[in-house]
């Protein structure tokens, strides 16, 4: 399928929305760190920079530098707290950064998220066995909130973070 029919089949979509994407698009596919920063809104910017870094990390997951990592992590963790619960970052998408990802959420200057995740990583089995199959209901019960409390931005939008510590973080990104 050509890129330019890549919002095609979205009839809700203004020819200026698909516009707009495909411009975002442009960026990721060529990795264009003067396009990305020029970039007025946070979320567009948080959008192409994070697929930015799965492209990289998928390429070489060792390749990020700690600048990126922070912000690749947090992306994620982000994601799994939006679209199913903190677990599925802890537990099945990165364990291996399940206590990196706190100090990561610091760096960027999310301190409450990062105290919830401090939390929530002490509640994980230390033999690594997943959650529920040894959380007893209270446990289960503060894992979902800490979940909650998580997903409801306590540091105010992410994206808005996101864009700061790049933005003083340039020259790593």
């Not at 990305?36 to 946070?42: G, I, K, P, V």
């Not at 540091?155 to 790593?172: F, H, P, T, V």
């Amino acid at each position: 399928m050509p890129k330019e029919d890549h919002y095609s089949g979205l009839s809700w979509m203004t020819e200026e929305m698909k516009n707009h994407l495909l411009q975002r698009d442009k960026i990721v596919e060529e990795q264009d760190m003067d396009a990305l920063f020029a970039l007025d809104d946070n979320s567009d910017f948080a959008i192409a920079l994070h697929e930015i870094l799965i492209s990289r990390y998928e390429n070489n997951s060792n390749a990020l530098s700690p600048i990126q990592l922070n912000l690749f992590l947090c992306m994620h963790l982000e994601n799994a707290g939006q679209a199913d619960h903190i677990l599925s970052f802890l537990q099945e998408w990165f364990p291996q950064h399940a206590k990196d990802v706190a100090n990561a959420l610091n760096e960027i200057g999310a301190i409450k998220s990062a105290e919830l995740i401090k939390q929530a990583v002490e509640l994980l089995p230390k033999d690594g066995s997943w959650f529920f199959k040894s959380a007893d209901e209270t446990v289960q019960i503060l894992m979902s909130k800490i979940d909650r409390e998580f997903s409801g931005y306590p540091d105010g939008m992410l994206r808005d973070l996101y864009r700061k510590y790049a933005e003083n973080n340039r020259s790593d990104i």
